[in-house]
């Protein structure tokens, strides 16, 4: 599996695997700041709680000092008018200027009464009309009565038990005792409403901080009662009031409920904010679950999709290592090895990927690369098909492959080059025997065909020919024997008879060829060859004139060779040039006869002439028996020299010469002792 496919892997498992403690944490961080929260909220009211506690404790001992210093003010100032009165310091008129005013001033103080020791009221000096009838119709009562009596004897100020008025309120009086000289004279009564004394006597906060209620010790209330129950669910503190009455006392009541919740706009702030902040943070938590699900669902799909690639791979592993070709990947560029399997591995030892594919491509003749450039790959990999197949051989293992080679996008994306590489080696050597047969097959049908016109032909022409040597024989005798004027007769004839010897030489030769069909092959030099050729055929006769030109390479070794055999072809070849140069005069018809080494291992014999030339129509059936241009033509001569030189392992070409005429040329190989 590649590295890639292995990371993926990984990562996917590392992720699958993430603990979700994480989120339970978080959990309970979100209780624990809920508590938090609700247990600050609890504390400050606590904490607010006692402080209105201190605070209206504070409150009362204030209100309850403002109440009694506003009273003590009144009895000194009773007191005093009580003295002056008895002195007789000031009329009657004027204790009712000075008695109203301070009534009004006060505000609580509803009436003022002068009250003999008889106990009849002489004056009074009210301080509301309205007020006047009740305190007129006023009748003396029996805290009336004890007081006057106390401060007579006592000869001091006194306050009377609170009473209740007609209107239903609950009023006191001071009683400040007149003594006209040492005599007791009654008594100057201030009345006091509760109601009044409390509302402008205490400060001026005080009513919009509490109710304040007055009631003696056993509760009953003189001011406010109704406040005490109504509002039992407020704040409230008692206390005595240091006044001459201590039976009654002053209770504050809270304007506010007494309740945990503080401050009721601070703690809904402190509360919705801390539901907001939990609002938030479960959303917060939820999107976080969905978020993680749906990536869990994506990582899920991820790891099967990676399994089900890694399966994939796995086939394609699998496929590529069972089949019976070598298979290998490499980058398009680099050429590194990106993929081989295991019949490549086999087929090379010690090629391993990451190495540079040339490991594997340098062997062959010509390698992959070589032959298909990375550009032409390319382009062809948008074309149907895109592969290239070549048969190469790999020198080293000197086997051969059957590759093919395409462009491919390998799993990381970069372009790769495909190769496959199926060994074809038995199939190239059974085609090469089988071609090899098949040549020699042709070759012996053809000598065979060859062998059989030749051997009618030798048993044809050996009859004549033998008369024809007799008869020549007989020739040079007679003239011998007759002395013949003319030398060159004889010479003439004596070449005759070589000739004729040598037909029957070639004669035999054929039907040995034909008998034995394996010519006598040796190192022959093809230079003496050649110049032997160029002799014999060299002749100042004008209608058969011909000048051979030799044009040797003496460097070259002998050929391995059957003399007779190539002595034929190449007469063969003078004797075409001399016809094709028929028509031109006999000075002209020269032939050049070239050797020379070709392809390193093998000689070349050339006959260049200046004649007619192969017109195309012609060239193309040459070789064919019996194809021939002339009147008196065989058209075998090509023929059997082509099967001849075939035989040599040579081959027989030919083209045209410059400015005109034709080369024919055969090829022999060296003798390999000469080599
Ligand atoms: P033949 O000489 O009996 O015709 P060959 O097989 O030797 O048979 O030659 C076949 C034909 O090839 C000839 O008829 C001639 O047309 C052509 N040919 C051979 N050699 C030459 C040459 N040097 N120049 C032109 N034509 C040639």
């Given at each position: 599996?590649?590295?890639?496919?292995?990371?993926?892997?990984?990562?996917?498992?590392?992720?699958?695997?993430?603990?979700?403690?994480?989120?339970?944490?978080?959990?309970?961080l979100?209780?624990?700041?809920?508590?938090?929260?609700?247990l600050?909220?609890?504390?400050?009211?606590?904490?607010?709680a006692?402080?209105?506690?201190?605070?209206?404790?504070?409150d009362?001992?204030?209100?309850?000092?403002?109440?009694?210093?506003?009273?003590?003010?009144?009895?000194?100032?009773?007191?005093?008018?009580?003295?002056?009165?008895?002195?007789?310091?000031?009329?009657?008129?004027?204790?009712?200027?000075l008695?109203g005013?301070?009534?009004?001033?006060?505000?609580?103080?509803?009436d003022?009464?002068?009250?003999?020791?008889?106990?009849?009221?002489?004056?009074?000096?009210?301080?509301?009309?309205?007020l006047?009838?009740?305190?007129?119709?006023?009748?003396?009562?029996?805290?009336?009565?004890?007081?006057?009596?106390?401060?007579?004897?006592?000869?001091r100020?006194?306050?009377?038990?609170?009473?209740?008025?007609?209107?239903?309120r609950?009023?006191?009086?001071?009683?400040?005792?007149?003594?006209?000289?040492?005599?007791?004279?009654?008594?100057?009564?201030?009345?006091?409403?509760?109601?009044a004394?409390?509302?402008?006597?205490?400060?001026?906060?005080?009513?919009?901080?509490?109710?304040?209620?007055?009631?003696?010790?056993?509760?009953?209330?003189?001011?406010?009662?109704?406040?005490?129950?109504?509002?039992?669910?407020?704040?409230?503190?008692?206390?005595?009031?240091?006044?001459?009455?201590?039976?009654?006392?002053?209770?504050?009541?809270?304007?506010?409920?007494?309740?945990?919740?503080?401050?009721?706009?601070?703690?809904?702030?402190?509360?919705?904010?801390t539901?907001?902040?939990?609002?938030?943070?479960?959303s917060?938590r939820?999107?976080?679950?969905?978020?993680v699900?749906?990536?869990?669902?994506?990582d899920?799909?991820?790891m099967?999709?990676?399994?089900?690639?890694?399966?994939?791979?796995?086939?394609?592993?699998?496929?590529?290592?069972?089949?019976?070709?070598?298979v290998?990947?490499?980058?398009?560029?680099?050429?590194?090895?990106?993929?081989?399997?295991?019949?490549?591995?086999?087929?090379?030892?010690?090629?391993?990927?990451?190495?540079?594919?040339?490991?594997?491509?340098?062997?062959?003749?010509?390698?992959?690369?070589?032959?298909?450039?990375?550009?032409?790959?390319?382009?062809?990999?948008?074309?149907?098909?895109?592969?290239?197949?070549?048969?190469?051989?790999?020198?080293?293992?000197?086997?051969?492959?059957?590759?093919?080679?395409?462009?491919?996008?390998?799993v990381?994306?970069?372009?790769?080059?495909?190769?496959?590489?199926?060994?074809?080696?038995?199939?190239?050597?059974a085609?090469?025997?089988?071609?090899?047969?098949?040549?020699r097959?042709?070759?012996?049908?053809?000598?065979?065909?060859?062998?059989?016109?030749?051997?009618?032909l030798?048993?044809?022409?050996n009859?004549?020919?033998?008369?024809?040597?007799?008869?020549?024989?007989?020739?040079?005798?007679?003239?011998?024997?007759?002395?013949?004027?003319?030398?060159?007769?004889?010479?003439?004839?004596?070449?005759?008879?070589?000739?004729?010897?040598?037909?029957?030489?070639?004669?035999?030769?054929?039907?040995?060829?034909?008998?034995?069909?394996?010519?006598?092959?040796?190192?022959?030099?093809?230079?003496?060859?050649?110049?032997?050729?160029?002799?014999?055929?060299?002749?100042?006769?004008?209608?058969?004139?011909?000048?051979?030109?030799?044009?040797?390479?003496p460097?070259?070794?002998?050929?391995?060779?059957?003399?007779i055999?190539?002595?034929?072809?190449?007469?063969?070849?003078?004797?075409n040039?001399?016809?094709?140069?028929?028509?031109?005069?006999?000075?002209?018809?020269?032939?050049?006869?070239?050797?020379?080494r070709?392809?390193?291992?093998?000689?070349?014999?050339?006959?260049?002439?200046?004649?007619?030339?192969?017109?195309?129509?012609?060239?193309g059936?040459?070789?064919?028996p019996?194809?021939?241009?002339?009147?008196?033509?065989?058209?075998?001569?090509?023929?059997?020299?082509?099967?001849?030189?075939?035989?040599?392992?040579g081959?027989?070409?030919?083209?045209?010469?410059?400015?005109?005429?034709?080369i024919?040329?055969?090829?022999?190989?060296?003798?390999?002792?000469?080599?």
């Amino acid at each position: 599996m590649p590295d890639r496919l292995k990371a993926l892997e990984a990562f996917a498992q590392r992720r699958s695997a993430t603990p979700s403690r994480d989120w339970y944490v978080q959990e309970w961080l979100l209780l624990l700041f809920a508590v938090g929260m609700l247990l600050f909220i609890y504390f400050v009211a606590r904490h607010e709680a006692e402080l209105e506690k201190s605070e209206i404790i504070r409150d009362a001992a204030l209100i309850e000092q403002s109440i009694t210093r506003k009273l003590e003010a009144d009895q000194t100032f009773f007191d005093r008018l009580a003295l002056d009165m008895g002195d007789g310091r000031f009329s009657s008129e004027e204790f009712d200027r000075l008695a109203g005013k301070r009534a009004i001033d006060s505000g609580y103080i509803l009436d003022v009464l002068r009250i003999k020791r008889t106990l009849e009221v002489t004056r009074h000096a009210p301080a509301f009309n309205s007020l006047e009838a009740v305190t007129l119709n006023r009748a003396p009562f029996a805290d009336q009565i004890r007081i006057s009596s106390f401060s007579e004897k006592t000869s001091r100020s006194t306050y009377s038990q609170p009473y209740r008025g007609a209107t239903g309120r609950y009023f006191i009086e001071y009683a400040a005792p007149v003594f006209d000289q040492t005599r007791f004279d009654g008594t100057i009564n201030a009345i006091i409403s509760f109601d009044a004394l409390l509302e402008k006597s205490a400060p001026d906060w005080a009513p919009r901080k509490y109710r304040l209620v007055i009631s003696d010790t056993d509760g009953n209330g003189i001011t406010n009662a109704e406040a005490m129950n109504l509002e039992a669910g407020m704040h409230q503190h008692t206390l005595p009031m240091s006044l001459p009455w201590r039976d009654l006392q002053l209770t504050l009541v809270g304007a506010k409920p007494n309740s945990l919740l503080p401050n009721l706009t601070l703690s809904s702030a402190v509360l919705a904010l801390t539901a907001l902040m939990v609002w938030t943070l479960m959303s917060l938590r939820k999107q976080q679950r969905m978020r993680v699900d749906a990536e869990r669902d994506r990582d899920r799909v991820y790891m099967q999709s990676i399994s089900s690639l890694k399966e994939t791979n796995d086939r394609f592993g699998t496929v590529l290592d069972s089949l019976d070709v070598s298979v290998y990947v490499s980058d398009l560029h680099t050429n590194e090895l990106l993929f081989c399997n295991v019949q490549l591995r086999e087929s090379f030892p010690g090629v391993a990927v990451g190495q540079s594919a040339s490991s594997i491509e340098d062997g062959f003749v010509v390698s992959p690369p070589e032959k298909y450039p990375a550009v032409m790959l390319v382009t062809a990999a948008n074309e149907p098909g895109g592969v290239f197949k070549d048969e190469l051989e790999h020198r080293p293992s000197q086997r051969f492959f059957l590759t093919r080679t395409r462009a491919v996008r390998w799993v990381d994306g970069r372009l790769a080059r495909l190769t496959t590489l199926g060994d074809v080696t038995d199939r190239v050597s059974a085609d090469r025997i089988r071609q090899t047969q098949q040549d020699r097959l042709t070759r012996t049908s053809r000598l065979m065909s060859v062998g059989e016109i030749a051997s009618t032909l030798a048993h044809e022409i050996n009859q004549p020919l033998a008369a024809i040597a007799n008869y020549v024989n007989g020739c040079i005798r007679r003239l011998r024997s007759n002395g013949s004027p003319d030398p060159t007769i004889i010479s003439a004839m004596e070449k005759a008879d070589v000739q004729v010897a040598r037909a029957g030489a070639i004669i035999s030769r054929v039907r040995e060829f034909v008998r034995t069909r394996e010519p006598e092959r040796r190192a022959i030099s093809i230079n003496d060859l050649a110049a032997d050729m160029a002799k014999l055929v060299d002749s100042d006769e004008e209608s058969r004139a011909l000048r051979c030109v030799l044009d040797l390479d003496p460097s070259l070794p002998k050929v391995f060779a059957d003399r007779i055999m190539i002595e034929q072809v190449l007469l063969n070849f003078l004797r075409n040039a001399r016809e094709a140069m028929s028509h031109l005069p006999a000075a002209e018809r020269i032939a050049v006869v070239r050797t020379r080494r070709v392809d390193g291992e093998m000689a070349a014999v050339e006959v260049l002439d200046r004649g007619t030339g192969i017109p195309t129509e012609v060239a193309g059936q040459l070789f064919s028996p019996f194809f021939s241009t002339k009147a008196d033509g065989m058209g075998m001569g090509l023929n059997i020299c082509r099967s001849l030189i075939e035989y040599h392992e040579g081959r027989l070409t030919f083209e045209d010469n410059t400015p005109c005429g034709t080369i024919f040329r055969f090829t022999l190989p060296f003798d390999e002792g000469q080599i």
